[in-house]
């Protein structure tokens, strides 16, 4: 889940397993979804992302989940390789592309 | 990788001076963001442009200021650094006004104040 405070939570899985990452969203307004993933040292890379007017939405090897019930975001990856260690985070849109940002999930993949 | 280009990548300086990072985008994009990044915190966000010499404030824009002379360079300077501006400072562009869209990054600045 995002964290709130210095020290990121962190997901372990062996190479293979599917990961789940969790975000809540704090507007209720918010229409917009993203999720990005981010290696130390570069820039946010964008993943994947979803309108409020979907509930789930399939990538390559990535599926979202929207459940705006609960404002819960969930962000799926299968087979889980070791290159996809990182950290990732959600942000909400609301308004003119005025994103709002999570702090992020580490996941720490072992081969 | 979305063709945006942040300089420097990495910067050492003393309280009191003035910094100026630049964002440089190949896309033609029309928007423009620049973000800080600090433990406990998500990108937030300073300043964004909307077209040539439009520009408006972000949620933490106290102590920045910006500049968008040409549709490629998007500019954020800090007119007397401060401690607390130590941060890694991201750029982002976007095509579209619908916020529908993802914001694409740079790769980042790291901004040291001593």
Sequence with gaps: ??????????????????????CAYSNSASDYFIWYKQESGKGPQF???????????????????????????SLQIAATQPGDSAVYFCAEGRGFQKLVFGTGTRLLVSP | DAGITQSPRHKVTETGTPVTLRCHQTENHRYMYWY???????????????????????????????????TEDFLLTLESATSSQTSVYFCAISALRDSNQPQHFGDGTRLSIL
């Design chain 1, 47 to 73: 993943i994947i992302d979803i309108r409020s007017n979907m509930d789930k939405r399939q990538g390559q090897r990535v599926t979202v989940l929207l459940n705006k019930t609960v404002k819960h975001l």
């Design chain 2, 36 to 70: 800080r990044q600090d433990p406990g915190h998500g990108l937030r966000l300073i300043h964004y442009s909307y077209g040539v010499k439009d520009t408006d404030k972000g949620e933490v824009s106290d102590g920045y200021s910006v500049s968008r002379s040409k």
């Design chain 1, 1 to 22: 889940g995002e964290s709130v405070g210095l020290h990121l939570p962190t997901l372990s899985v062996q190479e293979g397993d599917n990961s789940i990452i969790n």
